[in-house]
């Protein structure tokens, strides 16, 4: 019998978790071990930030699910892995400060990021002066600052609003870039758009580029960048913007920054909602002898190493190649450790990175999507039930984010009748400049806006919570 | 890398850095992105859309 122990259950856990159980049944045991006992749908967080959806709309509890599949959860923190074949095993620190080792044959590190505000002074709504929409506790405290400034707004008070990312390095513009728009929805649904300045901040080279080197698509004869398609909508909404800026410090009520050209600058607001960069979420590596094993297990942000060539982020973006990318998420030095998911370390960012002529980096890490989440968690679920079903001694089973697609779905207004969505689909993930002339297949890479990109939006938050509640005929709904 | 034009970006300024790649919704496109038909057909259309880059298999492979 094997024991697969899954670290987190969010996109990536929770897709292998079931995946797993599903396919190795009573013979076998999943171990899913998370600090919180609650899926979160993250993407439609967005929405709780401006107070168009309930926070218990995005979540929902695990423990009937793991019950029903017979996968045994433990509700406490992983602290420690001890890799070694003599002493193998997961230390876990529940909230009772009661701590226990979890043996393991297999395991699976898919905890997801920290979110890392201490890398840019007064960032944050714990610390700081910002807030942010990257946990759920954070998305309600947004909303109920974003509401204060409603009220200020009728009472005649003009508010200024600041929304993108908090440093140089952070990554999900996306999720900023749909928060903005909603907060703008919001305001002018309630007729108070003359009463708000609103103003991007992002660390994106050019706007549109989200972190993935910006996309190129094929619209009405023409090929059509990103940047303009973003640019389109700014202009649309009265948005005004700064690129290529890196945040140096939150103070209340203002924000300086530095650009790519060394340009300084500082906006003021009164409310501002900014995206951390992500770390990896602190876990201690032990070795048999009681070393400390994390720097040759993980990156320096901390994400575990996978089958990527680390070597690659040193060269020059020109240099990069496909096959930097990781295929079956394993550790080299223990193969039977994968990482899925944010966990995961990427060898170096998608977009170019850009130095401030002071040597600030300002470069957009990869963002490791929902959906490439899952992908990534489905893909390393089927080669260890092939190491354990069929005694595969390596993990056979790949999924390159340069061999992959992507679909993004950019709210812009929830509203049945009158919101928007931006729909965009990439593939791949991972431009290929040698294979493709604008680096991806423009066959499959598309950009479009309008209401029906919200009801595909508001039908997937609901897809998949049935797919993650492993409900009928979840398995058959994609990653 | 900051817009130059500040004051309303709707307008186009000649000479301006904003002016070299102006780009902005007509009317008409905006009136076609809430136009309920119009969008029922763009929703059929964006299910095959996902559907077509589902269909590349998600790029997981077997090792041979
Ligand atoms: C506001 C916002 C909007 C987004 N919108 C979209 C979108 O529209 N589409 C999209 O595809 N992606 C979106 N994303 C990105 C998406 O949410 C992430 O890609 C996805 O959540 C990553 O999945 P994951 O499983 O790697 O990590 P997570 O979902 O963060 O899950 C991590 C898990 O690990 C657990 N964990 C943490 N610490 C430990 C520990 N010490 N031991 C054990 N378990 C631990 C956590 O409790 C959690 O269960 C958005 C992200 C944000 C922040």
């Known amino acids: ?42 993407p439609s967080w967005i929405w709780v930030g401006v107070g168009s959806m309930k ?16 996968i045994e959860f433990k509700n406490g923190a992983a602290e420690e892995i001890h890799p ?24 699976i590190n898919a905890t997801g990021p920290k979110l890392n505000f201490a890398a840019t002074p007064g960032l944050g709504p714990d610390e700081g002066y910002s807030d942010s929409v990257c946990s759920l506790p954070h998305a309600v405290k947004t909303k109920d600052n974003f509401l204060k400034a409603v009220e200020k707004m009728k009472q005649g008070k003009r508010q200024k609003f600041v929304v993108g990312t908090g440093h140089g390095t952070a990554t999900c513009q996306g999720a900023a870039f749909e928060y903005i728009h909603n907060l703008e929805f919001e305001i002018a649904k309630r007729g108070l758009r003359n009463m708000a300045d609103i103003t991007w901040i992002s660390n994106e080279p050019t706007l549109g580029d989200f972190g993935v080197g910006g996309v190129v698509v094929r619209r009405n004869g023409n090929f ?55 770390a990896g979420i602190p876990i201690s590596y032990i070795d048999k002898d009681g070393n400390d094993i994390k720097s040759q297990m993980c990156v320096p942000s901390g994400f575990m190493k996978v089958d990527a060539d680390y070597t690659s982020g040193a060269k020059p973006f020109e240099e990069w190649k496909n096959s930097d990318w990781p295929k079956k998420y394993n550790n080299l030095l223990y193969k039977n450790i994968f990482a899925a998911g944010i966990a995961f370390a990427p060898p170096h960012p998608i977009s170019k990175a850009f130095k401030a ?17 899952g992908i990534i968690g489905h893909t390393v679920a089927l080669s260890i039930i092939d190491m354990v079903k069929n005694g595969a001694e ?10 992959f697609g992507a679909i993004c779905i950019t709210s812009m207004g929830k509203s049945m009748t009158g919101g928007s969505a931006a729909l965009l689909t990439m593939y791949p993930v991972i431009p290929n400049y040698d294979k493709y002339k604008f680096g991806r297949n423009l066959n499959y890479t598309f950009g479009d806006i309008g209401l029906a990109g919200h009801w595909v939006k508001y039908m997937l938050h ?12 979840w398995q058959y709904i994609p990653d | 890398m900051e817009n130059k034009k500040d004051d309303d970006l709707m307008e186009y300024v000649p000479y301006t850095t904003d002016s070299r790649s102006f780009i902005a919704p007509t009317k008409y496109t905006l009136f076609t992105r809430l136009f309920i038909p119009w969008q029922l057909i763009k929703f059929a259309h964006y299910n095959i859309k996902m559907l077509r880059i589902l269909s590349k298999g998600h790029g997981r492979f077997m090792d041979e």
């Open chain 1, 1 to 42: 019998m094997a024991r697969i122990v899954v670290l987190g259950s969010g996109f990536a856990g929770n897709t292998a978790a079931l995946n797993l159980k599903k396919a190795l049944g009573r013979k076998h045991e999943v171990v899913v071990i998370s600090p919180r006992k609650h899926f979160y749908y993250i």
């Open chain 1, 55 to 70: 926070p218990e709309k995005t979540q929902f509890d695990l423990t009937p699910v793991y019950e029903k599949f017979g």
């Open chain 1, 84 to 107: 070694d074949d003599a002493d193998r095993y997961v230390s876990v620190k529940y909230n009772d400060g009661k701590t226990e080792q979890v043996k393991y044959d297999y395991l």
């Open chain 1, 224 to 278: 059509i960048s990103g940047k303009l398609f973003a640019e389109s909508t700014f202009r649309e909404k009265g948005i005004k913007w700064v690129d290529g800026a890196h945040v140096r410090n939150v103070k209340e009520g203002s924000l300086d920054y530095v650009n790519i050209e060394g340009k300084e600058g500082s906006l003021d607001f009164d409310f501002a909602m900014l995206i951390p960069p992500f």
């Open chain 1, 357 to 373: 002529p002071d040597g600030t980096l300002i470069a957009p890490s990869p963002p490791r999507t929902g959906m490439a989440s």
């Open chain 1, 394 to 403: 390596e993990p056979t089973y790949s999924a390159s984010m340069a061999e």
């Open chain 1, 462 to 473: 609901y897809l998949f919570i049935w797919k993650m509640k492993g409900k009928f005929l």
